[in-house]
């Protein structure tokens, strides 16, 4: 038997699919950054919740995914799909070949490393203008599309984004769940233990970094399908500060933490746009409440059931 | 905990299933401005003009009767939040036209599905690329080369230099601007020898000045707005070249004010008239800065008019294609704006048409100098 945990929080992504879908383009919109979100925290919880590193660069490799989704999409004609899956395959090799050198690093260094190597995709997004088109852009990207049936409306693409949320949250938690995963949940904790183990530290990292690099490729290219335009800005220092903000926010190396951070962070500024100039103000001062009562994410409150009702068992 | 949790749901579901606001009465105008990012500055003087315009419009009983309502979201310069706001302006606030900032971005990016809503979008930015989007889009920001020519005239008639450094930042409009600026200097007998890039937020391009410098240029051809211009200025000072001139792009004049007062005559800056509005002859063109000024002076008594200026321009012709039009409705205010007649605004004169989506097409600039304390015309 499925237990609750794992259901309430599948009902829940449906039942608020259902009801941005009945509530028009603009909530769906909200709705559909949220599950391009949750893919890309997803990959980033796998190698700074699992395995306990530290990352700011994965929005180069949601560059890589959005770019190249759209220059082969736009500009070679490909399918939406097999343009995804091609940018993954070349976001994956890019992450090896950055990660072999950089992994070698630990806590502030790799930090700092994996921030430069955000900043330096961000300006060649900017600078390789024959290529990327600088700050005028990349338009006219197709929508997605499905064993050639192409999802024209955002509602049927708010939809496909919610089954490859999913389905992106199934694979992180079965990786988790294998011999690799413990593997990186004894990383995790101390690495001279889990090298007393026996494991080949610099392989799990480097794999962990891989694997979030397919996930935030991936995130990249859905972007691009859902707007239908890429630039720069997107892939800057903004995606970094709002991945984080969902990843701490949901509960940072727990199965649906991202999920659920990438829907606040994306719904809460929108319930809070009647304010106007206060928004923001309004906005972090929540964000800084809900960390203060809930420091392991919301994600982390289900633990809180757990205890209340094993402490009502004991008083029994 | 559980009470909280319950708020916080109920708060968002009902932000989720609020539904939109219908005013039959009211002409809807939806903008999508940067009022906080690198654009703010030019948004925020953007949106307060296009208020200013809804007021006088309203004073005389709005478009075709109905009072003029703007939504006005802020899309913090980022193409993800416009696609955001724009997408709550079409479908929650229901908005009739757009009329939005300069974040050519999310433009753009918006540009697509409020065509296929066939909706009007007035800009303060370049044109989208690509051409079905164009024709739902009209532009009222000077073509390029029109901040391009006054420059390199004022250089051939008044002044020694024949050789100039372009200082670029790598926006869309600026990019457009140092395309044609190389292309042009040939016609007014100037030559380019260096070219260099800075980012908006640069805190110091000495290194690009003293390239251009080295490479033999009298005048640095500053391409791009904001505060780079006064750090431009201010490292030609710092960097000793007391015979090398900075000739700005159009901008605030509060940056004008401040890179004046650093390097005096040396700075000129391309100005429209309504920047210069004590070099103005009468004329229709002065009536149409005094119409505005009227307003927006009573308001904003010690702000720069020039971008407020666009935007008000933009709204008096959105209201004379209502009333060619006959209608607010998004495919006749389309076809109407293509007709409107040659309009002379307070920033520049207006000629749209089916071959001209961006209706500036005579050169409004002149070149402007800090002298006295005031923006004044440089003889």
Known sequence: MIPWRTLLPIAAAIVLTGIGLLSGSYAVTVLGFAFIYTIFCTGLNFFMGYTGQASFGQSAFAAIGGYGSAILCADYGWGPLPALIVTMVISGIAALLVGYPTLRLRGHYLAMATFALGLIVYEISIEWTSLTQG?????GVPPLSLLGYELGTVEQQLVALLVLALFGIFISNRLRQSRFGRALAAIAGSEAAARALGIDIARCKLIAF??????????????????GFISPEVFGVTMVVQ???????????????????AIIVSILPEA?????????????????????FAPRGLAGLSSLFARGKSRKLEEA | MPKFRLALAAAMAASMLSGPVRAEDSFKIGSSVGLTGYAAVVDRAWRDGMAVAA?????????????????????????QDAVVGYRKMLSSDEVQIFDSGCVSAGNFAAAAFVMRAELPMYLCSILPKREEEQAWAFSFLPPPRFEVEPRYQYL??????????????????????KGLAEELAANFGIEVV??????????????QIGRINAAGAGAVIKIGQGGSTVTAAKNIRQLGLDKMILMSSNDDGSIFRQAGEVLGDRFLFVSPPVQLPKELKPGPRKEAVDAFLKYWSAKYPDRDAANGARAWDSMMVMAKAAEVANSVEGEAMRDATEKVPSHQGAYATYNFSKEHHVGITENPFLIGKFAGGELVLAQ
């Open chain 2, 156 to 177: 051939k008639d008044k002044t020694d230099v024949r050789k100039v450094g372009l200082l670029y930042d790598p926006t869309p409009y600026a990019l457009l601007m």
């Open chain 1, 135 to 139: 700050y005028m852009g990349y338009s």
């Open chain 1, 272 to 292: 809070l746009r009647g304010l106007q100039e206060m928004q923001d103000i309004a906005y972090t001062a929540i964000l800084i409440f809900i960390l203060i």
């Open chain 2, 55 to 79: 007021e006088a419009l309203n004073e005389k009983g709005g478009i075709l009767g109905r009072k003029i309502e703007i939504i006005t979201e802020d899309n913090r310069s980022q193409p």
């Open chain 2, 194 to 207: 260096a070219q260099e890039s800075y980012k908006a937020d640069d805190a110091d391009m000495s290194v």
């Open chain 1, 210 to 227: 891989v694997i979030a690099a397919l996930y935030a490729s991936a995130a990249g290219s859905l972007f691009a399908h859902f707007v």
């Open chain 1, 243 to 261: 991945s984080f903000a969902m990843l701490y926010l949901g509960g940072i190396g727990t199965t649906w933490g991202p999920m659920i951070g």
